[in-house]
């Protein structure tokens, strides 16, 4: 009987350590941005609307807040954009996503006192050639961009430092009129959190350009 205590005590510790060790680990989720973000009339871009997402690292509930969950390090992601009808990439690539509180790859150079804001940017490439990274930490949140669409413009880009050296419209990340589904993958330390969203495109004004939760059959399509 002692003998069967001592393991079944070994078994519980050890059980224990287990739980307690998956409970540490960073919960992420992804979520729509609402509402988009709509951008005036800005010099080299035009009125735009950027589609994003939201990564949180989900908070323990407040009775187990004495297990401290750990911050999602190195954050880095890509986004396929799919055809509605069968899932098939439309790219035939994967995008590298961009957080919106990385650094960006410009400098502004003259800046008009009078106007308070910068008359031209150099881009330093250096600056955003290296994989866009973040560090999301417990009980928060960053944002990531998916795609920007212009006023006047039937075509979609997606967003990420690439467009800093492209006028804000990168050729090869051009998406046409339509509807499509946008894949978003994270990893982060091993882990890996993916989302599918339907991204609204075959609309005539600008403000109905938008992200909308994926059904199942949505996601079935994409393997």
């Not at 609307?49 to 009775?63: A, D, E, H, Y």
């Amino acid at each position: 009987m002692e003998a069967l205590s001592i393991i079944i005590g070994g078994l519980i510790t050890i059980l224990t350590a287990m739980w307690v060790e998956y409970l540490r680990r960073p919960s992420l989720s992804l979520a729509i941005e609402e509402p988009p973000l709509d951008r005036p009339a800005v010099t080299g871009r035009g009125t735009s609307r950027n589609l994003r997402l939201r990564l949180r690292n989900k908070s323990l509930p407040w009775i187990l807040r004495w297990i401290q969950r750990a911050a999602a390090l190195q954050c880095r992601g890509e986004i396929t954009f799919h055809h509605l009808d069968d899932g098939q990439d439309v790219l035939g690539r994967a995008m590298p996503v961009r957080w919106v509180n990385s650094p960006e790859p410009v400098a502004p150079q003259i800046y008009d006192l009078q106007q308070h804001q910068p008359q031209f940017y150099i881009v330093d490439f250096s600056r955003g050639s290296g994989e866009s990274r973040i560090d999301v930490y417990p009980g928060e949140e960053e944002m990531l961009d998916v795609a920007v669409r212009f006023q006047g413009e039937a075509d979609c880009y997606g967003w990420n430092n690439e467009v800093y050296g492209n006028n804000w419209r990168t050729p090869r990340w051009r998406l046409p009129r339509g509807r499509y589904l946008v894949k978003v993958v994270v990893t982060s330390s091993g882990q890996k959190c993916a989302d599918v969203f339907r991204m609204v495109n075959d609309v005539e004004q600008l403000t109905d350009f938008r992200l909308i939760k994926a059904s199942k059959v949505d996601r079935a399509k994409i393997h």
